[in-house]
């Protein structure tokens, strides 16, 4: 079945470091979700991506669909950023399946 | 509802008893997921529905595991004689249309077998 790769899995920044998380599929992927999983365990939405590049803010997240794989991109890292980021998409045999991969652990400290 | 609700928030339950997990996506969404994350890891796909049926169960980790959904919107998530490693997170989720669309997610259900 489709692999989800994230990387790295662990990663402490200085507050107001820059980062790039990357998402690798192993399979084709007609959609994928960037989450964020705060320190009370809640995922909130962060990138609806299928492709091309998208900004909200301090964050950014490209997806380059052809080449299975998507970036995150955190700049000016705060506290507020710590937590777990997952990637996420639908299987390419069971597009209503959608896994995860097992997420980049990120502590921001001051 | 304006989110995915989930309820109860926490449970506690002595291993042997049935507990039930209640999941309300958000109002129109036709897909909804279920999916369970034990402490410091990742989200376990367990079992997704479209409308009322399940077209993939590939997920549920045994037999003690069932759910249902009914009228397109409330999803149950059963355990039957809870064991010790069935403590976990039990995340619902739901997207407009399944694969291709945003899924968003509750605040999960904290589940505890002692």
């Known amino acids: 079945g489709i692999q989800v790769e994230q990387s790295p899995p662990d990663l402490i920044l200085q507050e107001g470091a820059n980062s790039t998380l990357r998402c690798n599929f192993s399979d084709s992927v007609n959609n994928l979700q960037w989450f964020h999983q705060n320190p009370w365990g809640q995922l909130i939405n962060l990138f609806y991506i299928p492709s091309g590049t998208k900004q909200n803010g301090r964050l950014s997240a490209t997806t380059v669909a052809t080449e299975r794989y998507s970036l995150l991109y955190i700049s000016s890292s705060q506290t507020t950023d710590s937590g777990v980021y997952f990637c996420?998409?639908?299987?390419?045999?069971?597009?209503?399946?959608?896994?995860f991969g097992p997420g980049t652990s990120l502590s921001v400290i001051p | 509802g304006a989110g995915v609700s989930q309820s109860p928030s926490n449970k506690v339950t002595e291993k042997g008893k049935d507990v039930e997990l209640r999941c309300d996506p958000i109002s129109g969404h036709t897909a909804l997921y279920w999916y369970r994350q034990s402490l410091g890891q990742g989200l376990e796909f367990l079992i997704y529905?479209?409308?009322?049926?399940?077209?993939?169960k590939s997920g549920l980790p045994s037999d003690r595991f069932s759910a249902e959904r009914t009228g397109g919107s409330v999803s149950t998530l059963t355990i039957q004689r809870t064991q010790q490693e069935d403590s976990a997170v039990y995340l619902c989720?739901?997207?407009?249309?399944?694969?291709?669309?945003?899924?968003?997610f509750g605040q999960g259900t904290r589940l505890t077998v002692v």
């Open positions: 996420a998409g639908p299987l390419k045999t069971s597009y209503d399946k959608v896994i």
């Open positions: 529905f479209q409308g009322n049926s399940a077209p993939d």
């Open positions: 989720a739901s997207s407009l249309q399944g694969g291709y669309t945003e899924a968003f």
